[in-house]
């Protein structure tokens, strides 16, 4: 039986050199601190290459081979608890697999053999946070808390899960929740991502998951809903506009947020989501004034600025429309005229973003004023990019400037008609007249 190994090098293990000698008498101590204080030797290089000293001694000691296939570096630690008494570790490097070996010997990996999903969940929790947003984190509490904390999935070691009692689960959790094709596979997306990293970390040998065969007859249908409910018909927006003008150029008292109805406009004549809008600064806005760089956002729900705009890139380039443009001046001169510095913050007075409500507020304002259903602040987003389509600009030059990662979310998600029911059908008809 191969027993775990117990190295713990240090330099006491070297053999002495000669001129050692001369030292004989001083405390090894006060021979360290006066060559720090003179210059002799660099602690902070001393102390890597004791780390480079203990981390080759302890590789060098592993008892197992350390061997490599397609796409992964694989190895074995002693464990009593396993068959052979050893338990495999992998990963996608020899480094990374090294790295574990040091922190095995040194403090010891997770080791349960009967480690639960609910034990397994906040320590895979913890490592997504260092490269997901806090939104996307906040996206697992919520999923964990609606479709696992109550199951007994949770509480089944994992080493037990089989493709039948997670496909059982899956399948419950679809008929109690009637859920939809992509809560489901965001749902299932935890337990997929939580095993693989018990595999990663050396937890288990293989993970259980496989892909689930879930019967979509239980999912609920993804139906679109009605383009009056999502966009601001033809009819309508004409009508926002000149009510907000309106209110713009005769606030109500001494209001604050004087902005506010600019940046409701501005929505409309790009398209930015009211995250963005709320950060866009006068220095976003390019050079020569027809465009503008979208870069950051603000995150409501933790009531901070992301220096980095929804989207792959974190980042985009938009063009400004003639309205969007018209905006801006208005802006700058009112600024102009108050003594306040044409920087910072485009929507503001003060060195801080326009409040979020403000803008809730003058959507639920307007809405209410002319007797419309009341639509979002993100309605205006749809509108814009419903309206880009209608013109017959290309999906995919859409796409960019909006910053959708594709054009499928395009299409699915921000196409409707903002046609009455009247206009539909004559634009029916002429298209049927030389078909």
């Not at 027993?3 to 001369?22: G, H, K, Y």
């Not at 790295?99 to 480690?115: A, P, R, T, V």
């Not at 259980?208 to 609920?220: A, E, Q, T, V």
């Not at 902005?259 to 600064?281: H, N, Q, S, W, Y």
């Amino acid at each position: 039986m191969t027993e775990p190994i117990n190295v713990r090098p240090s330099l006491a293990t070297a053999q002495p050199d000669a001129d050692m000698e001369a030292l004989r008498g001083f405390d090894p101590q006060d021979v360290l601190s006066f060559m720090v204080r003179d210059g002799t030797i660099d602690i902070g290089d001393v102390a890597d290459q004791m780390r480079k000293a203990q981390r080759q001694a302890i590789l060098s000691s592993h008892p197992y081979k350390i061997f490599e296939r397609p796409d992964r570096w694989y190895t074995h630690v002693h464990d009593p608890a396993r068959a052979e008494n050893r338990r495999k570790i992998t990963a996608k490097t020899r480094e990374r697999l090294e790295d574990k070996l040091i922190e095995h010997y040194s403090q010891g990996l997770i080791s349960n053999k009967d480690i639960t999903l609910a034990e397994l969940y906040p320590v895979w929790k913890k490592s997504e946070q260092t490269r997901l947003s806090e939104r996307t984190i906040s996206k697992i509490e919520r999923l964990w808390k609606a479709y696992y904390s109550s199951s007994e999935l949770i509480h089944i070691p994992i080493r037990k899960l089989t493709r039948n009692t997670m496909s059982e689960w899956a399948h419950t959790i679809v008929r109690e929740h009637y859920m939809k094709k992509k809560e489901y596979y965001n749902c299932v997306g935890i337990l997929k991502q939580a095993l693989e990293y018990a595999e990663e970390e050396g937890i288990i040998d293989e993970s259980p998951y496989k892909p689930i065969k879930i019967n979509r007859n239980l999912l609920r249908p993804s139906v679109k809903p009605e383009d009056e409910t999502q966009v601001y018909m033809k009819d309508e927006l004409p009508k926002v506009r000149e009510l907000a003008w309106k209110d713009y150029n005769n606030p109500r008292g001494n209001r604050r947020n004087m902005f506010a109805p600019l940046a409701v406009l501005f929505m409309f004549d790009t398209g930015v989501r009211i995250g963005e809008v709320l950060v866009i600064r006068h220095e976003d806005i390019i050079s020569d004034g027809t465009k503008l760089r979208i870069h950051s956002t603000y995150d409501y729900e933790h009531k901070k600025i992301v220096r980095r705009a929804k989207g792959k890139d974190g980042e985009r380039i938009e063009p400004l429309s003639k309205g969007a443009m018209e905006i801006i001046r208005v802006i700058t001169e009112k600024k102009k005229e108050l003594g306040l510095p044409a920087k910072g913050y485009l929507f503001s007075e003060k060195n801080e973003p326009l409040p979020y409500h403000a803008i809730q507020y003058a959507f639920s304002h307007y809405c209410e004023t002319l007797g419309l259903v009341h639509k979002s602040s993100h309605k205006a987003r749809k509108t814009f990019i419903s309206n880009l389509i209608e013109e017959g600009l290309n999906i995919n030059t859409i796409r960019q400037y909006v910053g959708h990662e594709d054009e499928k979310t395009t299409l699915n998600n921000y196409c409707f008609d903002r046609n009455s029911e009247d206009e539909k059908l004559k634009a029916f008809h002429a298209a049927m007249e030389n078909y």
